[in-house]
């Protein structure tokens, strides 16, 4: 065979390859490409989307974080001032009792105070009728004297 008729079929060949790949190869391959390309850029313009409201989602945060911040502050301030008065009312409570059984120890100190004179006083009445008794040797009846003593013990 000839080179040239090897050449031209060759070249012919080659051409109906090329048309064959540009009609039936080349738009699937162009086609999916493009939807690749598509999907990239979709992909990054959903990133950047995501980015912004990933941001805006922590500033978001943030400010709820602040708020919450400020109100368990005001709640701590408030639960602080509480246990202040309640602290400050114990006190008081406790300086009332301790003056009302202060009062009640020296109302009951003098009540024994008082009785310890009266019978003291009894006391002192019966050792000085014993006393005069003796002094007297003879015995005297307390009964008709009763007068006397209670004279006695008032001076007492």
């Known amino acids: 065979m000839n080179i040239n008729a090897t050449l031209f079929l060759q070249a012919i060949v080659f051409g109906v390859l090329v048309w064959f790949t540009m009609k039936f190869v080349w ?92 019978a003291l006083r009894d006391d002192v009445a019966t050792l000085a009728v014993k006393g005069a008794e003796q002094i007297l040797r003879k015995e005297v009846n307390a009964s008709v004297h009763a007068d006397l003593l209670t004279r006695l013990k008032t001076e007492l």
Request: hydrophobic share 50%; aromatic share 0%; proline share 2%.
């Open 27 to 118: 738009p699937p391959i162009a086609k999916a490409l493009d939807e690749r390309a598509q999907k990239i850029a979709d992909g990054l313009a959903a990133a950047d989307k995501a980015k912004t409201e990933l941001a805006s989602a922590n500033q978001k945060v943030e400010a709820q974080l602040a708020t919450s911040r400020n109100e368990t502050a005001a709640l701590l301030a408030d639960a602080e001032r509480r246990a202040q008065g309640i602290v400050a009312a114990a006190e008081d409570k406790a300086k009332e009792e301790a003056a009302r059984i202060i009062a009640a120890a020296k109302a009951e100190a003098a009540q024994q105070i008082i009785k310890a004179r009266e």
